[in-house]
Every structure is written in structure tokens, then in C-alpha cells.
């Protein structure tokens, strides 16, 4: 079985690029924190895993996730081989992401934003995405917002 789950930082912004076929890939780095005991106190360092995302998963990482933001990621471990530019063979192992779970709160994203930016900038063609400012909001309405209670409920 491979499988792996982990809930780290990004390290930096997401870096989104197209393949020639036209699919999308983001490729990151997610910093995980791992305590570990001393005689003295417990302290924490972090490993760092390099991450590749495909197609919707690697756009919602693009669109809602910034440098710093928290995530849950569970997927699989692929090693691959190249040729460096020393000729040298190198193996490197990435987490191939198929399940994202954005982690940040309401607050922290709202505070990582510039105050009175805008997402979308209207241009005469209609509203051009901004990928430099992030959402402060997460993108599904929480079910208090339509009024729904227990007893509306079906089971």
C-alpha cells in the first residue's frame, strides 16, 4: 500500500504551470512540523516534502492557498529519475496529492490580506481574476447562512 497523509505550511507560493497537453500541475513544498524529545524539553524541527498537484486540485491550491497557508494532504509517494546538469543520475521522491483539505480559518486568511484589495478587476471583456490577492473567504456557504436547523432535517 502507498499511502501517505500530512498537514503542513507551504514554504512559498504555489508555482502552477500547464503541460504541453494542456493539463495543470502545481508543485510545492509543505513544511511538517515533528517533535522530538531532549533530556531538557520537547522541541519541534520540520521535514520537508516536495508536492505535485494535477488539474481542479492544483487551480483550488492556486486560487485559495497563499506562502504560510495550512493544508491537509493525502495522496501517494512517486520516486522519479533524471539527469542533473553535473550528468549525475538523481532520485527524487514527491507526494502526488489526491485529496486536498484547506485548513486555514476564516480569520487568518482575512488577515493575510491587504485591506480594501479586490479579487477581480473589471476590464471592458467582464471581471479578470487577480492571482495576486488571495480570497478572504472560504469559497462554500456555511448552512447557518441559509437558515437551516435540526428539525429540517429529513433523518
Known amino acids: 500500500m502507498n499511502r501517505i497523509e ?8 504555489i508555482e502552477l504551470k500547464r503541460t504541453q497537453s494542456g493539463k495543470t500541475v502545481a508543485n510545492f513544498t509543505l513544511a511538517v512540523n515533528r517533535p522530538f524529545a531532549r533530556k531538557d524539553s520537547e522541541q519541534q524541527t520540520a521535514d520537508f516534502f516536495r508536492c505535485q498537484a494535477w488539474e481542479r486540485t492544483a487551480e483550488i491550491l492556486d486560487q485559495f492557498t497563499r506562502k504560510g497557508s495550512q493544508i ?3 495522496g501517494r509517494l512517486q520516486s522519479r529519475n533524471y539527469e542533473n546538469q553535473q550528468g549525475q543520475r538523481t ?3 514527491e507526494v ?11 480569520k487568518e ?3 493575510s490580506r491587504v485591506a480594501g484589495q479586490s479579487n477581480y478587476s473589471q476590464r ?5 481574476y487577480d492571482r495576486n490577492v488571495r480570497p ?3 469559497p462554500y456557504v456555511p448552512a447557518e447562512e ?4 435540526a428539525d429540517d432535517l429529513p433523518f
Open 124 to 128: 471592458s471583456s467582464g471581471f479578470q
Open 146 to 149: 441559509y437558515g437551516i436547523e
Open 6 to 13: 500530512l498537514i503542513g505550511r507551504l514554504t512559498k507560493e
Open 136 to 138: 478572504s473567504e472560504n
Open 91 to 93: 532520485t527524487i521522491i
Open 109 to 111: 486568511a482575512a488577515e
Open 72 to 74: 491537509g494532504i493525502s
Open 96 to 106: 502526488i496529492v489526491e485529496h486536498l483539505d484547506l485548513l486555514d480559518s476564516q
